[in-house]
């Protein structure tokens, strides 16, 4: 197969596309793509600072590359979650992220769970009265909230995260499929913020399915973790994605068309605004973003208990 | 002498002469879901397997 541009061998097909690249054209392609998605879906613009969300992995650290390289002006959050899972996860995840922003003379913020609130996610999971043998909700709690609070701290315009097609799609049959009709309305590339303790959050990747952001880390010889994080086996999202994978296998571009598809029926308002809405909730008297709860938020009554 | 796929910490052993995707198909292993690798180039699925081979399959799918 020959590269689309130059005609040299190519690197990778993209068969959702009909587009196949070699190396050096990839990895100029996908820059100048998600500049494109970054425009269309008005994202952010150069004068905007930016809080990246980075885990370790490929989609997170691939994200802070492009944004660097387009020209933002990007740094890094990293969550130190306290997850060994018998291979020191968090440690690892740590080190790839922390190599990254130092061989770019980057700047990373790292806020360690178990330093400033005495316990890690899985010891604050185990304290919980509905403690879980996973560890996931009190760690989806946490990140938002730790994310939420950093960029507002740090005066960010937008808090970027790494979320592909194949990770949006996978959230979109699981939502569609118990017909969650409150987070169907909420799940999109950009989420406003709705209340003042929110911060605005975007996902400029949300259009790269997981193999092309995989080949661009590849390719432009980024170091990222490649083990998961021990809870996420056998995880839900891991089934979606592999029977949306064998849709994709017959008929390329169908997990694309799913969620674009998607967007388009809720901006024709297909979806229904819901009878709470953010701008109605109060604000946590601790940490002051939204909660149903009357005085403190799940996350500040979490961390409160131990 | 036949070419090896290693997949993790797995590893199958396939006919040479045959396609990355067809390979692939044979395992039972979704194209979708990994990138093939030879000497740390990536493949297109159209390449051919050659003897002796050594592809690396990289896993592209997280939990998230
Ligand atoms: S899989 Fe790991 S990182 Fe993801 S939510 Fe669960 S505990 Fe947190
Ligand atoms: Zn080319
Ligand atoms: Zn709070």
């Given at each position: 197969?020959?590269?689309?541009?130059?005609?040299?061998?190519?690197?990778?097909?993209?068969?959702?596309?009909k587009?196949?690249?070699?190396?050096?054209h990839?990895?100029?392609?996908?820059?100048?793509?998600?500049?494109?998605?970054?425009?269309?879906?008005?994202?952010?613009?150069?004068?905007?600072?930016?809080?990246?969300?980075?885990?370790?992995?490929?989609?997170?650290?691939?994200?802070?590359?492009?944004?660097?390289?387009?020209?933002?002006?990007?740094?890094?959050?990293?969550?130190?979650?306290?997850?060994?899972?018998?291979?020191g996860?968090?440690?690892k995840?740590?080190h790839?992220?922390?190599?990254?922003?130092?061989?770019?003379?980057?700047?990373?913020?790292?806020?360690?769970?178990?330093?400033?609130?005495?316990?890690?996610?899985?010891?604050?999971?185990?304290?919980?009265?509905?403690?879980?043998?996973?560890?996931?909700?009190v760690?989806?709690?946490?990140?938002?909230?730790?994310?939420?609070?950093?960029?507002?701290?740090?005066?960010?315009?937008?808090l970027?995260?790494?979320?592909?097609l194949?990770?949006?799609?996978?959230?979109l049959?699981?939502?569609?499929?118990?017909?969650?009709?409150?987070?169907?309305?909420?799940?999109?590339?950009?989420?406003?913020?709705?209340?003042?303790?929110?911060?605005?959050?975007?996902?400029?990747?949300?259009?790269?399915?997981e193999?092309?952001?995989?080949?661009?880390?590849?390719?432009?010889?980024?170091?990222?973790?490649?083990?998961?994080?021990p809870?996420?086996?056998?995880?839900?999202?891991?089934?979606?994605?592999?029977?949306l994978?064998?849709?994709?296998?017959?008929?390329?571009?169908?997990?694309?068309?799913?969620?674009?598809?998607?967007?388009?029926?809720?901006?024709r308002?297909?979806?229904?605004?819901?009878?709470?809405?953010?701008?109605?909730?109060?604000?946590?008297?601790?940490c002051?973003?939204?909660?149903?709860?009357?005085?403190?938020?799940?996350?500040?009554?979490?961390?409160?208990?131990? | 002498?036949?070419a090896?796929?290693?997949?993790?910490?797995?590893?199958?052993?396939?006919?040479?002469?045959?396609?990355?995707?067809?390979?692939?198909?044979?395992?039972?292993?979704?194209?979708?879901?990994?990138?093939?690798?030879?000497?740390?180039?990536?493949?297109?699925?159209?390449?051919?397997?050659?003897?002796?081979?050594?592809?690396?399959?990289?896993?592209?799918?997280?939990?998230?």
């Amino acid at each position: 197969m020959k590269c689309k541009t130059c005609g040299e061998k190519a690197a990778i097909n993209m068969r959702q596309h009909k587009l196949a690249l070699c190396k050096e054209h990839y990895l100029s392609w996908i820059p100048a793509q998600a500049q494109r998605f970054i425009a269309k879906y008005k994202m952010f613009s150069p004068e905007d600072k930016i809080l990246v969300a980075i885990s370790g992995g490929k989609d997170s650290l691939a994200l802070w590359d492009i944004l660097i390289k387009l020209g933002y002006q990007a740094d890094g959050l990293y969550i130190g979650l306290g997850i060994d899972g018998g291979f020191g996860y968090s440690d690892k995840s740590l080190h790839f992220c922390q190599r990254f922003a130092d061989r770019r003379g980057l700047k990373m913020i790292v806020v360690d769970v178990a330093e400033t609130y005495g316990s890690s996610i899985p010891e604050l999971n185990s304290k919980t009265p509905r403690g879980k043998d996973k560890p996931c909700a009190v760690c989806g709690t946490s990140k938002r909230n730790l994310m939420n609070r950093v960029a507002r701290e740090g005066n960010y315009d937008v808090l970027a995260t790494g979320h592909n097609l194949d990770d949006e799609a996978a959230v979109l049959f699981g939502n569609t499929l118990n017909w969650l009709d409150n987070y169907l309305l909420r799940q999109g590339p950009v989420l406003e913020a709705e209340h003042s303790g929110l911060v605005r959050k975007v996902k400029p990747l949300f259009r790269f399915y997981e193999r092309e952001m995989a080949a661009y880390a590849l390719l432009k010889g980024i170091d990222y973790i490649y083990d998961e994080c021990p809870h996420s086996e056998g995880a839900k999202t891991i089934y979606y994605k592999e029977i949306l994978n064998q849709l994709e296998s017959n008929r390329p571009g169908t997990k694309l068309i799913f969620y674009l598809n998607f967007l388009k029926a809720k901006e024709r308002g297909v979806f229904a605004e819901p009878e709470i809405r953010k701008e109605e909730m109060k604000a946590c008297e601790s940490c002051g973003q939204p909660t149903m709860a009357p005085h403190k938020c799940a996350f500040c009554r979490l961390v409160e208990n131990t | 002498m036949p070419a090896k796929l290693i997949l993790r910490k797995e590893i199958f052993e396939v006919k040479s002469g045959m396609t990355v995707r067809s390979a692939l198909e044979k395992l039972e292993i979704l194209p979708e879901s990994v990138l093939a690798t030879r000497q740390g180039e990536l493949m297109t699925d159209d390449e051919l397997i050659e003897h002796g081979d050594e592809i690396k399959l990289i896993s592209v799918i997280s939990g998230g």
